[in-house]
């Protein structure tokens, strides 16, 4: 049996809550420590699930409840405050998973009692549907069998990387952890563009989200981007134009060096 106190239940903490409820089983139970009770986090499947409970407060909670995990999936600038809060229940066992942009190490280690396990994940919101990709970089203090239940928590909902360097998370928050965000964008752009050269708004939806779907799924069967590209882009065909127009002058490359660039300078902002 392991006891799992997940801090904020919103879009991220939300969304891995649902992926564990799917994928673990009953030896995981959850207590939620959210202001709000998120609508149906208590139910799994339509049904009420025994396997979580839910608390408003932390005042709330046991005075001798100290969790296996905490899980802290409140806004970065809110974490540090959230663990010395929690303080009372952090027990020599308790590791400290941190899934906040930004915040590091030093600072999440400096707010907990002195020797708690901490390790740093940065998930994304492909946990909805079972695709959460992770990087995770341990703190001092992490054992190897903790570092194992970190890998078995996040494997469960998608892939899990482990990272020997803490400030290369500000590049997988830039890539992963914001980058679902950027191909909406992209697919927002194509849908905008299409419905501007005169196709009805639904069909350019179907036609655009249709077709980033499959270049997923491509992907995920075979995870060479530059095969996959080459085997739709015949000599002096269409798709070829319309790469050349893309890629025109490197404008896509500048495109991704600013986009992560800018990312990852906010996240170290938030450190
Ligand atoms: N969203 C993503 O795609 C994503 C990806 C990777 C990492 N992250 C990280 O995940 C964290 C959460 O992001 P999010 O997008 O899920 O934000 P969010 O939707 O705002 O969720 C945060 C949740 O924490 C609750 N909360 C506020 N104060 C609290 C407290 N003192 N104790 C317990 N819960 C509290 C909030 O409740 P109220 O709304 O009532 O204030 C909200 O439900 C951030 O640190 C972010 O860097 C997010």
Not at 39 to 57: H, I, K, M, N
Request: hydrophobic share 40%.
């Amino acid at each position: 049996m392991q006891s799992i106190l997940l801090v904020g239940a919103g879009k991220m903490g939300g969304a891995m809550l649902r992926g564990w409820l799917s994928t673990l089983d009953q030896s995981t139970r959850f207590v939620v420590l959210d202001p709000h009770e998120p609508p149906g986090l208590s139910e799994f499947g339509g049904a009420p699930d025994s396997r979580v409970a839910y608390v408003q407060d932390s005042l709330t909670l046991p005075r001798d409840f100290t969790p296996d995990v905490i899980v802290l999936a409140t806004k970065p600038q809110l974490v540090e405050d959230v663990v010395k809060t929690l303080q009372g229940h952090i027990g020599p066992e308790t590791m400290l998973i941190s899934v906040a942009a930004g915040v590091h190490c030093a600072t999440l280690k400096a707010a907990a009692p002195l020797g708690t396990s901490v390790v740093r994940v940065m998930p994304n919101i492909g946990a909805l549907v079972g695709h959460c990709v992770s990087a995770a970089y341990p703190c001092a203090d992490t054992s190897e069998p903790q570092k194992a239940q970190v890998s078995q928590l996040f494997e469960a909902i998608g892939r899990l990387t482990w990272f020997d360097n803490e400030d290369d998370l500000h590049l997988a928050t830039a890539i992963s952890g914001s980058g679902p965000a950027y191909y909406f964008a992209f697919c927002e752009a194509m849908i905008s563009a299409a419905q501007d050269s005169g196709l009805p708004p639904e069909v350019a939806r179907v036609l655009a989200i249709g077709t980033v779907t499959a270049a997923g799924q491509l992907l995920a069967q075979d995870p060479d981007p530059t095969k996959l590209r080459d085997m739709v882009t015949s000599p002096n065909g269409t798709t070829a134009a319309g790469l050349t127009a893309l890629t025109a002058d490197g404008t896509l490359s500048q495109i991704a060096r600013t986009t992560l660039d800018a990312a990852a300078k906010r996240s170290r902002e938030l450190g």
